[in-house]
């Protein structure tokens, strides 16, 4: 958790941040960063001891001390945790959907790509034909062909 709130400093101060000093945006930073579980985890370490006499009990007791690494509030963390994931959250979803209409775009243009590929190799051989006369069931391929390709296309738009 220290070493994300050190790197947290670093980017601010090498973006000029206004707030670059600011302890709370430092945590902020690194919470922002990808490290929310780290910050939230690694926030209190409890260290239990037993002083006095090893040998004699009868002296001994435990000390607690109790040490907080980060500058936000405990009510402050959790609702920046919070209101962080949620937002990563909705981001995921967006990106899943921009995800899934690039991919239709893709599909589309994968067919619209073949449809030019055929339409490119039709245009060749009639190009090698010039000389003879179209018979009347091809200029019905053609035809229907063509207006195959026009739809594809209004479709895409």
Do not use: W
């Not at 007791?61 to 945790?81: M, S, V």
Request: glycine letters at 4%.
């Amino acid at each position: 958790m220290v070493m994300a709130h050190e790197l947290s400093h670093i980017l601010l101060h090498s973006i000029y941040h206004r707030e670059k000093s600011n302890e709370i945006y430092t945590d902020l930073t690194a919470m922002l960063l990808g490290f929310g579980f780290v910050v939230r985890m690694g926030r209190k370490t409890t260290k239990v001891s037993i002083t006095g006499d090893k040998y004699d009990y009868r002296i001994s007791h435990k000390l607690t001390e109790t040490a907080t690494y980060g500058y936000l509030t405990d009510d402050n963390l959790i609702f920046a945790f919070n209101y962080i994931y949620d937002e990563y959250e909705k981001q995921k979803n967006t990106q899943k959907k921009v995800l899934k209409t690039a991919n239709k775009i893709k599909e589309m243009m994968d067919r619209t790509l073949k449809l030019f590929n055929y339409f490119d190799t039709f245009i060749e051989y009639l190009d090698g034909k010039m000389n003879t006369s179209i018979p009347q069931n091809d200029a019905k391929s053609i035809c229907a062909f063509m207006h195959m390709v026009m739809e594809m296309l209004e479709r895409r738009y």
